[in-house]
Nanobody, 126 residues
Framework: VQFTESGGGSVQAGGSLKLSCGVSGYADRYAYMAWFRQAPGKEREGVAS???????RYSEAVKGRFTVSKDRASYTLYLQMDNLKPEDTAIYYC?????????????????????WGQGTQVTVSS
């Protein structure tokens, strides 16, 4: 499985970015996927997940500001990030799970995901 992540960069607080993660080498286009992030000195945390194409979950830190989506034709995962804050600064990773089903508490746990992208840096300045 390979991922092609893009869309990271630097932006001022209140701005927007859209991350993309193209998937190749994995047949199941309904697989659970998610975005995680890791800031310096902090643990990796789940940000948003999507099961199939409509079953979405968000962490409380980003709910109402971030939107996760997936395009079936191109098998690309997206993360639209609006009203960005300095505390959103981190490396963002896309991830893919081989689990057929997940309980709610599992969808934003890193242990639920087997395959990981290389990460893309997002920096938000105040």
């Amino acid at each position: 499985v390979q991922f092609t992540e893009s869309g990271g960069g630097s932006v001022q607080a209140g701005g927007s970015l859209k991350l993309s993660c193209g998937v190749s080498g994995y047949a199941d286009r309904y697989a659970y996927m998610a975005w995680f992030r890791q800031a310096p000195g902090k643990e990796r945390e789940g940000v948003a997940s999507i099961g199939g194409y409509t079953n979405t979950r968000y962490s409380e830190a980003v709910k109402g500001r971030f939107t996760v989506s997936k395009d079936r034709a191109s098998y690309t995962l997206y993360l639209q990030m609006d009203n960005l804050k300095p505390e959103d600064t981190a490396i963002y990773y896309c991830a893919l799970s081989t689990m057929d089903t997940m309980l709610t508490f599992q969808v934003l746990q890193s242990t639920s995901y087997r395959y990981w992208g290389q990460g893309t840096q997002v920096t938000v300045s105040s």
